[in-house]
């Protein structure tokens, strides 16, 4: 079966038994004391209902009265900077529901301001994540370097233990602060910042909602609003660190699958006659469709010729030897040499068009996974990283430079 | 500035400006209509006070007393199907809050569990949305064979309207089966799956919660589970298709600029022995040609300069050296670099770098014919 089918169905029935599991474990921690409160709760009720001689009906009443001041006891929700905290928890999705719009127009323009401002955030927190990483990144090289390590690359093992000390910094210093200033307990407290950063968002705690703090106390407003997006966006860049690249992990596949399927179909056919990537924008325009073609045609390569053929066949192994270069290489040559828009010369992309001039070789046999694995390197000199670029533009620019000299 | 660092920072304006937009006209929307309904529940209240003959401490037991009561009006909510809607709404991150834990061991636990859950999800939605999408296209290029159409391949634009009215399906479906089953009005069931398929989950409308629904309509709650992961899945597969590419924007960008670097600092072994290869180990002479400035020609002081400046390279430039520079770099490195930087007028922005490498190519093999 394909490797994005197993991947997906195995996540599938991972995800359907960890909820099973979860479910487990919830009844037992939770069914009792829920249980032994729902029947406290109910033996207070009658107690004093029985007081004040309040029949079912009565106490309904009081009840829907009671539920529906909840909210507003809790303070002004709608004025600016309720609507603020309401506008983030929307488009954070972390909805705590302390606030819900009433009116019909309030839950309309909230659907519409979801629709796109989820989108937003959604990209805004990945990008100034990515950006933090970055920044680490350069700072703890900068670090290694100061204290005179041997070695003094980043490793993804620093970068995820950086990350997920930040984020637990994060959380306790939120679990500390509004410990203080909501008087919950720490681990409360430190159970909000988890439920909030995470945007689940249940509004069990809710912050800003004793004492009207929104409207009385503003530096603790934005405090709890600045804590928010800040806490975001760390835990933000920590899952740009680690679980972004498996969420791509199916379409990098699915793309390397298809361009597989192209060169195999397209091997098929021209046996060294490609036309379709070359580069239309060099001078020689007319001559540039054969030049790119041409070269295992082209008796003026000779010698050279076949020496840079091997060199294609060093790229084309260290690209098929790394499969996650493989991936980047694809995806970033996708468009024909001449835009500028940066995508890198050296990808395997066109030397992939061009190799199935080498396909026939049979010192180079093209794969059915479109790597060419030849064993044979007489000029391994080419350091391999940029090897790439050596052979795409000496082969190219020759041929189509030797063409309009003639 | 980085490219990178320009887009980060004007998605953290929009943002910004989107949230200010947002409170207002939520403000404008909402406060009446607070200011209205708490005047007339604290009416209510004092009335039903008074009717009952209620004091103030015993009227604050009684609110605390109905607040406590209100997630077991609801219903058993930690019963097995209670908590695997609670487990949903956890790793979903949903968050209805509609039951919460209770216990301090519920709250750890619900810390660990979404710790793990949460990546786990957000993964698999991801993957299932993809192959949906796959899916999808295939189809839709079948159709478009049967149906005669003569071009045959799927455009963004198809998967995109695909998607949405997918989405918009979806909504509706669940709106309508809520609406049924829940009592509620088909906009306010539209509201609740639009508020539950996104995630944000306010609670203010949460399903299973009527007539112990939980316990009594097994098949009710399997449909609504269903709905859930069905739905959510339908909107990551939108996602997939129109968001994903936005989130690694950044780091493409970053690895592509590593690489550029890469390849500079790589460059200096391989042009050795590149120049070697080509101009007979000209590569030493050409370094004492550096001087010659451009009148020689773009190569031959190319060249040299290329060398000379290749440990010095940096994006600050004067423009002579840049120049050589540019029409070295451009041999060596993916044109990606040019983008950022300005180039000399004589040379078209379409394809500079091809324009100078050829002529540094055609001095090579003018030196070569020598």
Same mark, same amino acid.
């Given at each position: ?76 929700? +709608?004025? %600016?900077?309720?609507?603020? $905290? ?5 488009? *954070? &999705? #972390? /909805?705590? =529901? ?85 008087? +919950?307990? %720490?681990?409360?407290?430190? $159970? ?5 950063? *995470? &945007? #689940? /968002?249940? =509004? ?102 076949? /020496? ?99 | ?370």
């Amino acid at each position: 079966m394909k490797r994005q089918n197993v991947r997906t169905l195995s996540l599938i029935i991972c995800t359907f038994t960890y909820l099973l599991v979860g479910a487990a474990v919830f009844d037992a921690l939770e069914s009792k004391k829920e249980k032994t409160q729902k029947k406290k709760v109910y033996d207070r009720k009658q107690e004093l209902m029985n007081t004040y001689n309040l029949s079912q009906f009565n106490f309904d009443e009081l009840e829907r009265v009671v539920l529906q001041l909840k909210p507003h006891k809790a303070g002004v929700q +709608w004025k %600016f900077a309720g609507s603020f $905290y309401f506008a983030i928890t929307v488009i *954070t &999705t #972390i /909805g705590y =529901g302390h606030a819900a719009p009433s009116t019909d127009g309030g839950k309309v323009f909230c659907m519409l301001y979801a629709l796109l401002g989820i989108p937003l955030t959604l990209v805004m927190f990945q990008s100034l994540g990515e950006r933090i990483n970055t920044l680490v990144r350069y700072l703890l090289h900068r670090l290694k370097k100061c204290l005179g390590m041997r070695r003094t690359e980043v490793s993804m093992v620093n970068m995820v233990a950086i990350g997920f000390i930040s984020c637990m910094s994060t959380l306790c210093i939120g679990a500390l602060s509004f410990s203080f200033f909501e008087g +919950w307990s %720490f681990f409360h407290a430190y $159970y909000y910042c988890f439920i909030t950063l *995470t &945007t #689940i /968002g249940f =509004g069990d705690y809710v912050a800003l909602q004793k004492d009207h703090a929104l409207q009385t106390n503003p530096k603790y407003v934005a405090f709890c609003f600045i804590y928010i997006l800040t806490g975001l966006t760390v835990i933000g860049a920590f899952l740009n660190l680690v679980v972004l690249r498996f969420m791509t992990m199916n379409s990098e596949d699915e793309k390397r699958d298809a361009e597989q399927r192209a060169l195999l179909s397209r091997n098929g056919q021209a046996g060294g006659h490609n036309q379709m990537r070359c580069t239309p924008d060099l001078p020689s325009s007319s001559s540039a469709a054969s030049g790119c073609g041409g070269g295992s045609g082209n008796s003026g390569v000779g010698g050279a010729g076949r /020496g840079l053929r091997n060199v294609y066949a060093e790229v084309l192994h260290f690209q098929s030897m790394c499969s996650c270069l493989w991936y980047k290489s694809r995806e970033k040559l996708q468009y024909s040499i001449p835009m500028i828009i940066p995508r890198d010369l050296s990808t395997s992309d066109t030397y992939m068009e061009q190799g199935e001039a080498f396909s026939s070789d049979p010192l180079h046999p093209l794969h059915s996974n479109g790597c060419i694995c030849s064993m044979h390197h007489p000029h391994s000199a080419i350091s391999s990283v940029s090897t790439g670029l050596h052979s795409l533009t000496p082969y190219r620019l020759r041929h189509s430079k030797r063409r309009s000299s003639i | 500035m980085k490219r990178q660092n320009v887009r980060t920072l004007s998605l953290i304006i929009c943002t910004f400006t989107y949230l200010l937009v947002g409170a207002a006209v939520f403000d404008a929307l909402e406060s009446d209509f607070e200011m209205r309904e708490k005047e007339q529940l604290e009416a209510e209240e004092k009335r039903l006070q008074g009717k009952y003959n209620i004091s103030e401490d015993d009227y604050r037991k009684l609110e605390t007393i109905i607040m406590e009561a209100e997630p077991h009006r609801a219903g058993v909510q930690w019963k097995f199907a209670g908590s695997f809607y609670f487990a949903i709404t956890v790793i979903t991150t949903i968050g209805y809050g509609h039951a919460a834990p209770g216990t301090d061991a519920g709250k750890a636990f619900c810390m660990f569990y979404a710790v793990l859950g949460i990546p786990l999800t957000l993964v698999m939605f991801q993957s299932l949305g993809e192959r949906m999408n796959t899916f999808v296209k295939s189809l839709l290029k079948r159709i478009k064979k049967c149906c005669g159409m003569r071009i045959t391949d799927v455009s963004m634009e198809n998967m995109v309207t695909v998607g949405f009215f997918s989405c918009i399906g979806t909504l509706c479906i669940g709106a309508a089966a809520f609406s049924h089953y829940e009592d509620w009005s088909f906009f306010q069931s539209y509201y609740y799956c639009f508020i539950t398929l996104t995630t944000i989950g306010f609670g203010d409308f949460v399903a299973l919660q009527k007539n112990r629904a939980l316990q009594r309509r097994p098949l009710y709650v399997a449909f609504s589970f269903m709905y859930i992961l069905v739905g959510l899945t339908v909107i990551g597969a939108f996602l997939n298709l129109v968001v994903l590419r936005f989130l690694t924007m950044n780091s493409e960008d970053e690895r592509r600029d590593a690489e550029e670097r890469a390849s500079l600092a790589g460059n200096r072994n391989s042009m050795i022995i590149h120049i070697q290869e080509e101009t007979l180990g000209r590569g030493g002479g050409a370094r004492r040609s550096c001087g010659g400035g451009m009148g020689g020609g773009i190569g031959g002081g190319g060249m040299g300069c290329a060398f000379s400046h290749q440990n010095s390279f940096s994006s600050q430039l004067n423009p002579h050296q840049y120049f050589h520079s540019v029409s070295y770099r451009i041999e060596e490195i993916s044109p990606s670099t040019l983008k950022n930087s300005f180039f000399p007028s004589p040379i078209s922005s379409v394809s500079p770098g091809l324009h100078s490498f050829t002529d540094n190519h055609r001095l090579m093999k003018r030196r070569k014919s020598i």
